[in-house]
T-cell receptor, first 114, second 117 residues
Framework: DGGITQSPKYLFRKEGQNVTLSCEQN?????MYWYRQDPGQGLRLIYY???????QKGDIAEGYSVSREKKESFPLTVTSAQKNPTAFYLC?????????????FGPGTRLTVT | AQKITQTQPGMFVQEKEAVTLDCTYD???????LFWYKQPSSGEMIFLIY??????QNATEGRYSLNFQKARKSANLVISASQLGDSAMYFC??????????????FGQGTELSVKP
């Protein structure tokens, strides 16, 4: 089955620790995205990558970092510099980066930082 | 400013009836895409329907149709014959054309739809 996997589903961390969220896709998609969702809100773009070894900041990149060393993988690191990291994080991919291509989403990771 | 507005925080509909979820958008770009996604309580985002800014016909996908009124900048989702499984959050989103935007999606705040038996 083709799709996007995110692990873990729930993640708990202490304040001041960095944490890395996994995102893997086997859809052979070029573009990948990370979004953040807060309770009762829509999604906001953190980072995106149009192709391997390239990525761009989204609207709320501060306190986050990413890498895209392989086409299938786009991990997100939430650093201690992110002031309010508790949120639901969703990874997505699309065939290409463009306005006409729907994005397929993973099941998400709920991060709680205390 | 590029923005999506969904003015209905919550909606109720009787099973088997049709329902319209409102979405208005704001952009000065001529080329853009409009999407609707469904988010059940599990959290995963499910793609429902797409409309391109140059498409003259309204998009349809099974029980979903998109009522696209370009001059009014609205892209309302119509769900016909509602089912209990349609109860979820629904998000309208817009993608933009500039190369450096990478096809990113701008989301509205969402509408929570509850289908009553």
């Amino acid at each position: 089955d083709g799709g996007i996997t995110q692990s873990p589903k729930y993640l708990f961390r202490k304040e001041g620790q960095n944490v890395t969220l996994s995102c893997e896709q086997n859809l052979n998609h070029d573009a990948m995205y990370w979004y953040r969702q807060d309770p009762g809100q829509g999604l906001r773009l953190i980072y995106y990558s149009q192709i391997v070894n390239d990525f761009q900041k989204g609207d709320i990149a501060e306190g986050y970092s990413v890498s895209r060393e392989k086409k299938e993988s786009f991990p997100l690191t939430v650093t201690s510099a992110q002031k309010n990291p508790t949120a639901f994080y969703l990874c997505a991919s699309s065939i290409e980066a463009g306005i006409a291509y729907e994005q397929y989403f993973g099941p998400g990771t709920r991060l709680t930082v205390t | 400013a590029q923005k999506i507005t969904q003015t209905q925080p919550g909606m109720f509909v009787q099973e088997k009836e049709a329902v319209t979820l409102d979405c208005t958008y704001d952009t000065s770009d001529q080329s853009y895409g409009l999407f609707w996604y469904k988010q059940p309580s599990s959290g995963e985002m499910i793609f429902l329907i797409y409309q391109g800014s140059y498409d003259e016909q309204n998009a349809t996908e099974g029980r979903y149709s998109l009522n696209f009124q370009k001059a009014r900048k609205s892209a309302n989702l119509v769900i016909s014959a509602s089912q209990l499984g349609d109860s979820a959050m629904y998000f309208c989103a817009m993608s933009l054309a500039p190369y450096n935007q990478g096809g990113k999606l701008i989301f509205g705040q969402g509408t929570e739809l509850s289908v009553k038996p």
